[in-house]
């Protein structure tokens, strides 16, 4: 496997990255390139990177945990525990709302509100004045700040930051050693910097203590994310046998909640996990990528296996962790990864259908119509980007340019309201809430 990742990582300029696996019990691990260019540290199996997003399903587990001891209810409202929490909207949002990307909640500004053990809450206090895209289980739309909540949630009913809290019941009952969200811990291990496609060292050190349980602090190896996976994989008990999770919260992880509109990132949403089918086999996971680097994990119940990926070149992440994924799942599993659908520009397009504004709190879509189709402009911080939609059929396009989706190459997709007209338009995961008309 050593040479099979030093192949995919040189052809798409990773700078360093780890892999492994646990199928039937039986670990595999591989590593290649360096951890750090300007230093000559070599990637080994205890090396940290920063994992991102994935960090959600650590998240979703302290919650379904904490509902697991009978101290909170996954369909009463959020206000019962947080009843400052007063955002617009949230009176109908449940804790399973949170944890499946159905709370109708705004994805949130990306912003650093400080080292303190409230800085969570603060985060929260950001999202007063943001409206939300959906009203709480009528739609997805993939939010960081459902996900802050839900750890603002964890802090108040166990009395611990969300760093104690993960280590305290989940970390440590799991066996997980090298997983660590602060960073007065990181200098007791290996460390990865986050890299550009040229293998420069990217500075500074991206840590938001605030959007934490979302994905902006947690450190952790491919062979730490493989073990967790085992937990949602061996009914809620990890490798060495300790119970983490009860078996009907593992059973939570499973069950689909909603439907992605948008279905190249993935297909249905469940409390923590996305879930995909490959092959006819129903696949669960989660990615993530924020500037020091990217990782995704995988759990395939009816193979027995786990799969997880780290880099620490966050623009090549996802490429890498789909060409790694493919070779092995072909290799070890038996299983065919879906390849890409691609555009069919003989589809008809109404434009009308889809045209207007769109917004997020810190980005405007204004979609318009262009000769045979559509195209759509997404400004953002001063900057502005112009990408055609190219048609796939049920309202879902691909965009021209990649760019559009950041680090994710991904399909987007409008929901349509009663009225035949689109409500909502999906970048892939994120969603935004129409605005208006163009001219309005």
């Known amino acids: 496997m050593d040479e099979l990742l030093a192949e995919i990582a040189a052809r798409l300029n990773v700078t360093g990255a780890q892999l492994a696996m646990i199928v039937d019990g039986r670990p595999v691990e591989a590593v290649a390139g360096v951890a750090n260019t300007e230093l000559g540290t070599p990637v080994t199996p205890d090396t940290l990177f920063q994992i991102g997003s994935t960090t959600k399903l650590h998240t979703a587990a302290l919650v379904l945990g904490l509902a697991d001891a009978g101290l909170v209810d996954l369909d009463r409202p959020v206000l019962d525990h947080l009843p400052e929490l007063r955002l617009p909207g949230s009176e109908a949002v449940t804790p399973r709302h949170l944890l499946s990307m159905t709370s109708g909640l705004d994805n949130g500004p990306?912003?650093?509100?400080?080292?303190?053990?409230?800085?969570?809450?603060?985060?929260?206090?950001?999202?007063?004045?943001?409206?939300?895209v959906f009203a709480p289980g009528t739609g997805f739309g993939y939010s960081n700040a459902s996900t802050v909540v839900s750890g603002l949630l964890v802090e108040r009913i166990t009395g611990l930051t969300w760093d104690d809290a993960l280590q305290k019941r989940l970390a440590g009952p799991a066996g997980l050693a090298h997983t660590v969200s602060l960073p007065e811990e990181l200098p007791y291990h290996r460390l990865a910097a986050g890299h550009d496609p040229g293998g420069k060292v990217v500075r500074p050190w991206v840590f938001s203590r605030g959007l934490g349980p979302s994905g902006s602090t947690l450190c952790s190896t491919a062979a730490d994310?493989?073990?967790?996976?085992?937990?949602?994989?061996?009914?809620?008990?990890?490798a060495g046998g300790a119970r983490v999770?009860?078996?009907?919260?593992?059973?939570?992880?499973?069950?689909?909640?909603?439907e992605v509109e948008a279905r190249w990132f993935a297909e249905q949403w469940c409390a923590g996990p996305y879930r995909k089918v490959w092959d006819g086999v129903a696949v669960y996971g989660h990615g993530g990528t924020n500037l020091g680097g990217s990782s995704t994990l995988v759990w395939i119940p009816e193979r027995n296996a786990t799969v997880a990926v780290t880099v620490n070149?966050?623009?090549?992440?996802?490429?890498?962790?789909?060409?790694?994924?493919?070779?092995?799942?072909?290799?070890?599993?038996?299983?065919?990864?879906?390849?890409?659908?691609?555009?069919?520009?003989?589809?008809?397009?109404?434009?009308?259908?889809?045209?207007?504004?769109y917004e997020t709190c810190d980005t405007r879509y204004e979609v318009r119509e262009r000769p045979g189709?559509?195209?759509?402009?997404?400004?953002?911080?001063?900057?502005?980007?112009?990408?055609?939609?190219?048609?796939?059929?049920?309202?879902?396009?691909?965009?021209?340019?990649?760019?559009?989706?950041?680090?994710?190459?991904?399909?987007?997709?409008?929901?349509?309201?009663?009225?035949?007209?689109?409500?909502?338009?999906l970048n892939g995961a994120f969603a935004a809430r129409r605005r208006g008309d163009l001219n309005g």
């Open 110 to 132: 990306y912003a650093d509100t400080g080292r303190g053990d409230d800085c969570v809450a603060r985060y929260a206090e950001l999202l007063r004045e943001i409206p939300p």
């Open 225 to 238: 994310l493989a073990r967790f996976g085992q937990v949602m994989l061996e009914h809620g008990t990890a």
């Open 245 to 258: 999770l009860s078996r009907e919260a593992v059973e939570t992880m499973r069950t689909p909640h909603v």
């Open 313 to 357: 070149t966050p623009s090549r992440g996802y490429p890498f962790a789909d060409a790694v994924l493919t070779a092995v799942c072909a290799e070890v599993l038996g299983l065919t990864v879906p390849v890409r659908s691609e555009p069919d520009p003989g589809l008809p397009v109404d434009a009308a259908l889809y045209t207007g504004v």
């Open 373 to 425: 189709g559509i195209a759509v402009t997404a400004r953002s911080g001063g900057e502005s980007l112009t990408s055609d939609l190219l048609p796939l059929g049920d309202h879902r396009f691909w965009p021209a340019d990649d760019r559009l989706g950041g680090m994710h190459r991904w399909d987007v997709a409008f929901v349509l309201g009663e009225d035949g007209r689109a409500v909502r338009f």
